[in-house]
């Protein structure tokens, strides 16, 4: 029966198939109403499904399993990507939607199971006292980025460039989980003394350069070419691929002069305290040798270090402090706008218009003050009494 009654909806279902292609959704009635009516609804979805069908045949365009596009997903976008966790949700995903459905046979249904089954999965969150470990679920953020958007990225791609049939797209936005923003943290200045007496002086040099550049974890591991000491610049390429020169300052400068020497290639460096295997990317080290500082390197490295010290912050909460520092002494938010490389000033203000909030209270004591004084000046010039007539 292709049209009934849907235990988590008010309205009647349809669900039926043509020349296997499985066409499903609301009917938009509701289920007090006669199914009678629901059955004209679907009638008429049938008759456009006998054109979309058509349409496909005749445009060239071919269907395509779950598992595939996943796949080419992965081999043209996915691991050209800073997301480094990106493999591990995409294999997840085709699992859970399982390897041999069609892209056009997945409906909100079923991504709203999938995203169910992902709000289940937990990760580390420190340890007691005792070493015991402790786990809390995943955020919202993530559920949305590894179920949602991520399949949303793969579906559009195969539609728009793989010319896969796809008749409908589920509706994204109803599917996204809310999201609870962290606060933006700065790094105070008591923090990172705290820091500097617990962490190497290798890693303290990457966290510095960081802290005065206002970059992003991965583009802060450079590579010698990009320094260009004559011109006192670096280039990157930063966010979505976007190449970006920029200036560097005395400080910056002089951490990048001291490196000088130690590897051929990479800039930033530290020499290995331990023979061990990485258990992130398998890389074996030896105690003694010099070797580039990673982003699971530097992670971990907070993670040790930054604890002991009494810091909570992150890495990238390093980039925030150069952005709240700077908009601090110039009040100049284009500025930071710019030094941070955001497309958009609104997302610079978004993030940081509660460090202009001291601005806003001296503009009001000002205007305060202002009023204050005229009402003082008016007070006390003397009142002119008018002649008396006659």
């Known amino acids: 029966m292709s049209v009934y009654k849907h235990r988590d909806s008010p309205y009647w279902h349809f669900d039926f198939q043509r020349k296997g292609y499985r066409f499903s959704g609301s009917t938009d009635v509701p289920q007090h109403r006669p199914k009678r009516e629901a059955e004209a609804v679907e009638k008429e979805e049938r008759r456009k499904a006998e054109q979309l069908v058509a349409a496909a045949h005749e445009s060239g365009r071919r269907p395509m399993t779950v598992a595939v596009a996943c796949d080419r997903w992965w081999n043209e976008v996915g691991q050209h990507l800073a997301e480094t966790d990106i493999e591990t949700a995409l294999h997840w995903l085709r699992d859970q939607l399982g390897p041999k459905t069609m892209l056009h046979a997945i409906t909100a249904d079923d991504v709203t199971k999938a995203i169910a089954e992902r709000r289940t999965h937990m990760v580390k969150a420190g340890r007691t006292d005792k070493g015991v470990q402790l786990y809390r679920p995943i955020k919202a953020r993530t559920v949305n980025r590894t179920v949602p958007m991520l399949l949303r990225r793969i579906m559009l791609r195969a539609r728009d460039l793989w010319n896969v049939v796809i008749f409908k797209m589920p509706k994204w936005k109803p599917l996204m989980l809310k999201e609870v923003k962290r606060p933006i943290n700065e790094l105070t200045l008591a923090g990172e003394d705290a820091i500097d007496e617990t962490e190497r002086a290798d890693y303290?040099?990457?966290?510095?350069?960081?802290?005065?550049?206002?970059?992003?974890?991965?583009?802060?591991?450079?590579?010698?070419?990009?320094?260009?000491?004559?011109?006192?610049?670096?280039?990157?390429?930063?966010?979505?691929?976007?190449?970006?020169?920029?200036?560097?300052?005395?400080?910056?400068?002089?951490?990048?002069?001291?490196?000088?020497?130690?590897?051929?290639?990479?800039?930033?460096?530290?020499?290995?305290?331990?023979?061990?295997?990485?258990?992130?990317?398998?890389?074996?080290?030896?105690?003694?040798?010099?070797?580039?500082?990673?982003?699971?390197?530097?992670?971990?490295?907070?993670?040790?270090?930054?604890?002991?010290?009494?810091?909570?912050?992150?890495?990238?909460?390093?980039?925030?402090?150069?952005?709240?520092?700077?908009?601090?002494?110039?009040?100049?938010?284009?500025?930071?706008?710019?030094?941070?490389?955001?497309?958009?000033?609104?997302?610079?203000?978004?993030?940081?218009?509660?460090?202009?909030?001291?601005?806003?209270?001296?503009?009001?004591?000002?205007?305060?003050?202002?009023?204050?004084?005229?009402?003082?000046?008016?007070?006390?010039?003397?009142?002119?009494?008018?002649?008396?007539?006659?």
Request: charged share 30%; with cysteine.
């Open 204 to 390: 303290a040099a990457l966290r510095r350069f960081i802290t005065i550049m206002g970059l992003r974890a991965q583009e802060a591991l450079l590579t010698w070419p990009q320094v260009d000491f004559d011109a006192g610049e670096i280039r990157i390429v930063g966010k979505g691929d976007k190449p970006a020169v920029l200036p560097l300052p005395k400080d910056a400068y002089a951490i990048l002069w001291a490196l000088r020497g130690h590897d051929p290639m990479w800039v930033f460096t530290f020499v290995a305290e331990r023979t061990r295997k990485c258990g992130k990317t398998g890389k074996e080290y030896e105690k003694g040798k010099r070797y580039p500082i990673t982003y699971w390197g530097l992670t971990s490295h907070r993670v040790r270090h930054w604890k002991k010290a009494g810091v909570t912050s992150h890495v990238h909460d390093l980039r925030h402090t150069t952005g709240r520092r700077v908009l601090r002494n110039t009040g100049n938010l284009k500025l930071v706008q710019q030094l941070l490389r955001h497309s958009d000033i609104g997302i610079t203000a978004k993030l940081y218009a509660d460090v202009l909030i001291e601005d806003i209270r001296d503009g009001l004591n000002a205007t305060a003050k202002g009023l204050e004084s005229r009402r003082k000046s008016r007070t006390a010039q003397p009142i002119k009494a008018k002649p008396l007539k006659g």
